[in-house]
């Protein structure tokens, strides 16, 4: 069974594409071993010296398919840091997320009773305020 890997690219510059942390990507990598899963992050093939006839194709292979213009600190896609987790395991925090809200909504529920409740004791004194003077003028 293939591991699985979570890789992030972390940008050296500062420039926003306004996302949430800008510069920063992931990925997932699924792969066989640590060794596997850092050639597929660099997305460079395997037999890449069998493309290469002169210094032009060194440049295309760094700058064109593959993310090691990432480690070049002239490129300005370049990263300060590529960082490759390996996932021993996960958990699926989506139905967590829907307890916390379900429990919120439940205590927002309550003090909306509770207001309620306030409200009408507050309307219950009034009108029974009113009603004992009306009885004593009556009397």
């Not at 926003?16 to 800008?22: K, L, T």
């Not at 002239?74 to 699926?92: A, P």
């Not at 909504?105 to 009773?113: A, D, G, I, P, Y």
């Not at 309620?116 to 009603?131: A, I």
Request: with cysteine; glycine share 2%; net charge negative.
């Amino acid at each position: 069974m293939q591991k699985k890997f979570l890789v992030c690219y972390k940008q050296a510059n500062s420039g926003c594409d306004y996302s949430i942390d800008c510069g920063t990507s992931v990925s997932i990598i699924y792969a066989d071993s640590l060794e596997e899963a850092q050639n597929k992050c660099t997305n460079l093939s395997p037999d890449w010296k069998n493309h290469c006839e002169n210094e032009d194709d060194i440049s295309d292979i760094i700058y064109g398919n593959s993310r090691l213009r990432y480690a070049d600190p002239k490129d300005d896609t370049h990263c300060s840091s590529i960082t490759l987790f390996e996932i021993k395991d996960e958990h699926d925090l989506l139905p967590y997320f829907k307890m916390k809200l379900d429990e919120i909504n439940s205590f927002k529920e309550s003090l909306v009773q509770q207001e309620k409740e306030r409200k009408e004791k507050e309307e219950y004194l009034l009108l029974k305020k009113k009603y004992l003077k009306l009885k004593e003028k009556f009397e």
